[in-house]
């Protein structure tokens, strides 16, 4: 089974570690790269995390924070992605997680009487 995988975002560490402290300090670096952010949009990067981030912001954010990718996204283990144990179907076997000893019953159907 392959292990689910996650991530935490460190950019508001490294921008500390670099002397930058306001999100706003990234504005200026990435319009000299071509890069065109609004206030709102780099402060959402900076203290978000972000789900999808172009290639060319991330490779522009470790060129002005000189910094490589680890140092930004450290890769972690998905909570909730411990092993469940497989469930025996029609096996019979008492399910303990849910509804216990409740069974649904076995519908009769009579036959119509004229």
Request: proline share 6%; hydrophobic share 45%.
């Given at each position: 089974?392959t292990?689910?995988l996650d991530y935490?975002w460190?950019?508001?560490k490294?921008m500390?570690?670099?002397?930058m402290?306001s999100?706003?300090d990234?504005?200026?670096?990435?319009?000299?790269?071509?890069i065109?952010?609004?206030?709102s949009?780099?402060?959402?990067l900076?203290?978000?995390?972000?789900?999808?981030?172009?290639l060319?912001i991330?490779?522009?954010?470790?060129?002005?924070l000189?910094?490589r990718?680890d140092?930004?996204i450290?890769?972690?283990?998905?909570?909730?992605?411990?092993k469940?144990?497989?469930k025996?179907a029609?096996?019979g076997?008492a399910?303990t997680?849910?509804i216990?000893d409740?069974r649904?019953?076995r519908a009769?159907?009579?036959?119509?009487?004229?």
């Amino acid at each position: 089974m392959t292990a689910k995988l996650d991530y935490r975002w460190h950019l508001r560490k490294v921008m500390a570690d670099r002397g930058m402290f306001s999100t706003t300090d990234l504005i200026p670096p990435l319009a000299e790269r071509g890069i065109t952010l609004s206030t709102s949009q780099v402060y959402r990067l900076a203290v978000e995390r972000p789900e999808r981030l172009s290639l060319k912001i991330l490779m522009a954010m470790l060129d002005i924070l000189d910094c490589r990718m680890d140092d930004l996204i450290e890769p972690i283990a998905a909570a909730g992605a411990a092993k469940k144990p497989k469930k025996a179907a029609a096996s019979g076997a008492a399910n303990t997680d849910g509804i216990g000893d409740l069974r649904p019953k076995r519908a009769r159907i009579a036959g119509i009487t004229p």
